[in-house]
């Protein structure tokens, strides 16, 4: 995956907020962290894939510290139908359907559409279809670390990556690691700079969370 300029990158850093109903402390008042830091804690970014099948595609990545919510999740967002048969009634408004796959901490999908509200002939409402490995297995899912260990003790690296992988990784993000993009403040308990959660807004798209 490529970046293709500085600006579709974002970094950032907590100031003081609230995280699950608990006040907490900026980054630059955690215990032991230089007051002049500038140490990210967030990074938001919008990449491509250079190759015919992805070829203007973006894909949105984010991760970060002190965010509202322990989550890990892949969000695929389809086209939006050529024709819409509600787009004329105010709240007929159409949503492209989303396939929600999270990882962490409670194993799942949805997939998200809009239906039609039985008793309003001009509302739409988007409703999810979903399977949660919780709900299905009476024991316990491993968590993500288990798993890996275990890989490890029995010689399976199919969850690994390859050496070759990691090259080409280091290749690409090398002079964004060596670059002296600005960090933003954000609050902790929020999902990063307001810059970061503009970035999928010039290709008409948004940030899809939706934890169970």
Known sequence: MLFRSLEDVVYGQYDAGTVNGERVVGYLDEPDVNPASTTPTFVGMRVFIDNWRWQGVPFYLR?????????????????????????????????????????????????????????????????????????????????????????????????????????ESWRHYTPLLESDISVRPYAAGTWGPQDAIKLPYPHGDHWTVRPR
């Open 63 to 167: 991760t970060g510290k002190r965010m509202p919510t322990r989550l890990t999740q892949i969000a695929v967002t389809f086209h939006e139908p050529p024709i819409a048969l509600f787009e004329r009634y105010e709240r007929g408004q159409r949503h492209s359907n989303v396939l929600l796959i999270t990882l962490q901490p409670d194993e799942g999908f949805q997939l998200l559409f809009d239906v039609k509200a039985p008793t309003d002939r001009l509302r739409l409402e988007t409703m999810p279809l979903d399977f949660w490995y919780s709900d299905a297995f009476d024991e316990d899912v491993p968590g993500a670390y288990e798993t890996l260990l275990y890989d490890v003790m029995v010689g399976d690296q199919t969850l690994f990556v390859r050496s070759d992988e990691v090259e």
